[in-house]
T-cell receptor
Framework: DVKVTQSSRYLVKRTGEKVFLECVQDMDHENMFWYRQDPGLGLRLIYFSYDVKMKEKGDIPEGYSVSREKKERFSLILESASTNQTSMYLC?????????????FGDGTRLSIL | KQEVTQIPAALSVPEGENLVLNCSFTDSAIYNLQWFRQDPGKGLTSLLLIQSSQREQTSGRLNASLDKSSGRSTLYIAASQPGDSATYLCAVINDYKLSFGAGTTVTVRA
């Protein structure tokens, strides 16, 4: 079974802090994704990566950056956390879409910015 | 931009009834369509993936159909159980990205 592991289930940080969310997958997937999920807005793509050191902006990249130094690990960074970044953050990984590879998700990190 | 719509937003049925969940999308140039289940406060669990060349996919009590030309997919859950209570999300895959619907929240009453 594919395992996508997010480092924290719950996290509380203060405004202005630099926040790191970590995600690790064990299936040697090329593609990794970060989403946020908010009531009434659904799931929105923040960033994705299709290879080591490669990244692409999603729909809402402002205020975030990412790092992918190793194939199995994809980090989301909140450069200076703000209260409007309080949300559920979900990481996912997949193989090539042309090969009908499903996306697999972690359990999520519920982040609160005070 | 791909728009994905799920109707209804919520559904409540008695145990044993069959469930029908609908998903529509605006851009038919998709690779695949994927159905997920989400329990409160949890991540997404992949249920079924239908390739764009397929018409349907089955797994146990679940059956998903895809009509790419009309931009529609339907998830059928046979003989519903209280454990099926969750939010069901469909997502279409264009290139590498998933576009999600808002979900249908299902309650199965014992």
């Amino acid at each position: 079974d594919v395992k996508v592991t997010q480092s924290s289930r719950y996290l509380v940080k203060r405004t202005g802090e630099k926040v790191f969310l970590e995600c690790v997958q064990d299936m040697d997937h090329e593609n990794m994704f970060w989403y946020r999920q908010d009531p009434g807005l659904g799931l929105r793509l923040i960033y994705f990566s299709y290879d080591v050191k490669m990244k692409e902006k999603g729909d809402i990249p402002e205020g975030y950056s990412v790092s992918r130094e190793k194939k199995e690990r994809f980090s989301l960074i909140l450069e200076s956390a703000s209260t409007n970044q309080t949300s559920m953050y979900l990481c996912a990984s997949s193989g090539a879409p042309q090969e009908a590879q499903p996306q697999h998700f972690g359990d999520g990190t519920r982040l609160s910015i005070l | 931009k791909q728009e994905v719509t799920q109707i209804p937003a919520a559904l409540s049925v008695p145990e044993g009834e069959n469930l029908v969940l609908n998903c529509s999308f605006t851009d038919s140039a998709i690779y695949n369509l994927q159905w997920f289940r989400q329990d409160p406060g949890k991540g997404l669990t992949s249920l079924l993936l239908i390739q764009s060349s397929q018409r349907e996919q089955t797994s146990g009590r679940l059956n998903a159909s895809l009509d790419k030309s009309s931009g529609r997919s339907t998830l059928y859950i046979a003989a519903s159980q209280p454990g099926d209570s969750a939010t069901y999300l469909c997502a279409v895959i264009n290139d590498y990205k998933l576009s999600f619907g808002a979900g249908t929240t299902v309650t199965v009453r014992a």
